[in-house]
């Protein structure tokens, strides 16, 4: 958005909303742009308040908070909401008048957008996913990231793949429970698995990324790597590549014109993928150990022995990310899963084989849980461990607008259901012990801030993913990189370390 808006003239500032909080806005700005999550409503409440004490200008607001466009303008006050890509809606706004620091009178033709006039909340209909010119007509704005206090040491994320390949649909819950089994979505050509006959939206049910951005678009290894360059020289040391499946990355020029909707087939784009990591990992900051390189998110249907092969070779050590969801196969179809547990299995051994570090999903609470989901689940998160998952990241179920399982009720917390109370325990039994044996490990690590709660040590975060550590001492400062070592376990999420050098 940043890029957006420095094309048409602006000179954008990038604020946290504590930041934004605690400021004296003495300085003119046109308008609040506010990204936000759908659990971040008071944040959003009350950084409006706050503009509306002081300014006058239009408050947009994007992010997946935008997906339910009613709810969050009428609880926030904002002007307009964004949903979905937000890059030629914003260029559109602009144009309409948006760039005079006001909110356009004609808003009634702009797709992707909903806006308040008095008490009215108007939504217009969703705006058609965007080709991939998109990354190169907005380059974004390397520069902004300076912005955030902690960037030397954050992880900052360079978009790598929008959208998602799994079309498939959930066969429970709310808008699922009107499947008709006619396996459209999963055994017809790519066209066809687009849409659904019920009006199911694709992808797993809990996750609305496929209704909103559609299948996967990749960026060029070009464009990544001059972004990703630009970040090293302003101080990042900890790149993320953002996507909702790094095996999908340009595996859509496999089948384009196209659009890529099966999660399995065809297999991963190797040659580019290849040629992406070659390219990140062969930068002087990542070749002298100054800086990282990691991904993310996997399915599990597209580790196959040579994609396995090609992480380890350029991220040796990385983490990198699969999700089971359940332990249950048939509860994994249930839900439109790319893929079962059991080949989610299969992926681990072939990702730890390969020398990576794979971390794993599982949701408590979701529709369809019961003993039987959830006996399973117990028993593959201790097989997960078994096999060399490094860590389990538990989520509660949180019911998103756009996905399948809109209409149902988010899952309870866990210690309020005895299901997934089990669940709860399992995962934090197994990660209790993982950061046990990390005790007398080495680590590189890039040091943030003083600790708030005891100003004698510092926090450190890891190159790579793994826990927060502690360092005591005052030899270094903010955004020093140093060798560590592992002495103790604070918490299920906190270590204890030295300084080796």
Same mark, same amino acid.
């Given at each position: 958005?940043?890029?957006?808006?420095?094309?048409?003239?602006?000179?954008?500032?990038?604020?946290?909303?504590?930041?934004?909080?605690?400021?004296?806005?003495?300085?003119?700005?046109?308008?609040?742009?506010?990204?936000?999550?759908?659990?971040?409503?008071? /944040?959003?409440?009350?950084?409006?308040?706050?503009?509306?004490?002081?300014?006058?200008?239009?408050?947009?607001?994007?992010?997946?908070? /935008?997906?339910?466009?009613?709810?969050?303008?009428?609880?926030?006050?904002?002007?307009? /909401?964004?949903?979905?890509?937000?890059?030629? /809606?914003?260029?559109?706004?602009?144009?309409?008048?948006?760039?005079?620091?006001?909110?356009?009178?004609?808003?009634?033709?702009?797709?992707?957008?909903?806006?308040?006039?008095?008490?009215?909340?108007?939504?217009?209909?969703?705006?058609?996913?965007?080709?991939?010119?998109?990354?190169?007509?907005?380059?974004?704005?390397?520069?902004?990231?300076?912005?955030?206090?902690?960037?030397?040491?954050?992880?900052?994320?360079?978009?790598?793949?929008?959208?998602?390949?799994?079309?498939?649909?959930?066969?429970?819950?709310?808008?699922?429970?009107?499947?008709?089994?006619?396996?459209?979505?999963?055994?017809?050509?790519?066209?066809?698995?687009?849409?659904?006959?019920?009006?199911?939206?694709?992808?797993?049910?809990?996750?609305?990324?496929?209704?909103?951005?559609?299948?996967?678009?990749?960026?060029?290894?070009?464009?990544?790597?001059?972004?990703?360059?630009?970040?090293?020289?302003?101080?990042?040391?900890?790149?993320?590549?953002?996507?909702?499946?790094?095996?999908?990355?340009?595996?859509?020029?496999?089948?384009?014109?196209?659009?890529?909707?099966?999660?399995?087939?065809?297999?991963?784009?190797?040659?580019?993928?290849?040629?992406?990591?070659?390219?990140?990992?062969?930068?002087?900051?990542?070749?002298?150990?100054?800086?990282?390189?990691?991904?993310?998110?996997?399915?599990?249907?597209?580790?196959?022995?040579?994609?396995?092969?090609?992480?380890?070779?350029?991220?040796?050590?990385?983490?990198?990310?699969?999700?089971?969801?359940?332990?249950?196969?048939?509860?994994?179809?249930?839900?439109?899963?790319?893929?079962?547990?059991?080949?989610?299995?299969?992926?681990?051994?072939?990702?730890?084989?390969?020398?990576?570090?794979?971390?794993?999903?599982?949701?408590?609470?979701?529709?369809?849980?019961?003993?039987?989901?959830?006996?399973?689940?117990?028993?593959?998160?201790?097989?997960?461990?078994?096999?060399?998952?490094?860590?389990?990241?538990?989520?509660?179920?949180?019911?998103?607008?756009?996905?399948?399982?809109?209409?149902?009720?988010?899952?309870?917390?866990?210690?309020?259901?005895?299901?997934?109370?089990?669940?709860?325990?399992?995962?934090?039994?197994?990660?209790?012990?993982?950061?046990?044996?990390?005790?007398?490990?080495?680590?590189?690590?890039?040091?943030?801030?003083?600790?708030?709660?005891?100003?004698?040590?510092?926090?450190?975060?890891?190159?790579?993913?793994?826990?927060?550590?502690?360092?005591?001492?005052?030899?270094?400062?903010?955004?020093?990189?140093?060798?560590?070592?592992?002495?103790?376990?604070?918490?299920?999420?906190?270590?204890?370390?030295?300084?080796?050098?």
């Amino acid at each position: 958005m940043a890029g957006v808006l420095e094309s048409k003239g602006f000179e954008p500032d990038l604020l946290t909303v504590e930041t934004f909080l605690r400021t004296n806005l003495s300085a003119v700005f046109d308008s609040l742009f506010i990204s936000g999550m759908t659990s971040d409503l008071q /944040a959003i409440q009350k950084v409006v308040r706050r503009w509306r004490r002081q300014r006058k200008g239009p408050v947009l607001i994007g992010g997946p908070a /935008a997906s339910e466009p009613e709810r969050v303008l009428s609880r926030t006050g904002g002007d307009i /909401a964004v949903t979905g890509e937000g890059e030629y /809606a914003i260029l559109e706004l602009l144009e309409a008048g948006l760039i005079d620091g006001v909110v356009p009178d004609d808003l009634e033709s702009i797709r992707g957008i909903s806006y308040r006039r008095g008490k009215q909340i108007h939504v217009n209909p969703l705006r058609p996913v965007s080709s991939k010119r998109v990354f190169d007509e907005f380059p974004p704005l390397t520069d902004i990231i300076t912005s955030y206090r902690l960037y030397k040491s954050a992880r900052v994320y360079v978009e790598a793949v929008r959208g998602c390949s799994n079309f498939h649909r959930a066969r429970i819950g709310g808008i699922g429970e009107r499947c008709t089994y006619c396996e459209q979505c999963t055994e017809s050509g790519l066209t066809k698995r687009y849409d659904c006959p019920m009006g199911i939206p694709p992808g797993c049910g809990y996750c609305s990324v496929p209704s909103l951005y559609g299948p996967p678009k990749s960026r060029s290894s070009a464009l990544i790597i001059d972004e990703v360059s630009r970040l090293f020289e302003l101080g990042v040391h900890r790149i993320v590549l953002s996507a909702p499946g790094f095996l999908d990355y340009q595996r859509e020029a496999l089948v384009e014109p196209m659009p890529l909707t099966d999660p399995r087939s065809p297999e991963p784009n190797y040659e580019e993928i290849e040629r992406l990591l070659s390219g990140l990992t062969g930068l002087p900051p990542v070749v002298d150990e100054e800086a990282s390189i990691m991904i993310e998110n996997m399915k599990a249907s597209l580790v196959t022995e040579r994609a396995a092969v090609i992480l380890g070779r350029y991220l040796k050590d990385t983490p990198v990310s699969v999700g089971f969801e359940t332990g249950s196969d048939n509860h994994s179809r249930l839900l439109g899963r790319p893929d079962t547990p059991s080949e989610t299995l299969v992926s681990l051994r072939r990702l730890k084989e390969a020398g990576l570090k794979p971390y794993v999903y599982f949701i408590h609470g979701l529709p369809g849980q019961d003993t039987g989901t959830v006996d399973a689940t117990v028993e593959m998160i201790d097989k997960s461990i078994e096999v060399g998952a490094d860590r389990v990241i538990l989520y509660r179920f949180q019911s998103l607008p756009a996905s399948t399982f809109s209409q149902c009720p988010s899952g309870p917390p866990a210690v309020q259901d005895p299901l997934s109370k089990r669940i709860y325990d399992a995962a934090q039994n197994a990660n209790m012990n993982r950061k046990e044996d990390l005790v007398g490990e080495r680590v590189k690590v890039v040091v943030a801030e003083r600790y708030d709660r005891d100003p004698r040590f510092w926090v450190a975060y890891p190159m790579l993913h793994g826990p927060v550590m502690l360092l005591r001492g005052d030899d270094f400062g903010a955004g020093d990189v140093v060798l560590t070592r592992v002495i103790d376990v604070a918490s299920d999420r906190m270590v204890i370390g030295t300084v080796l050098e």
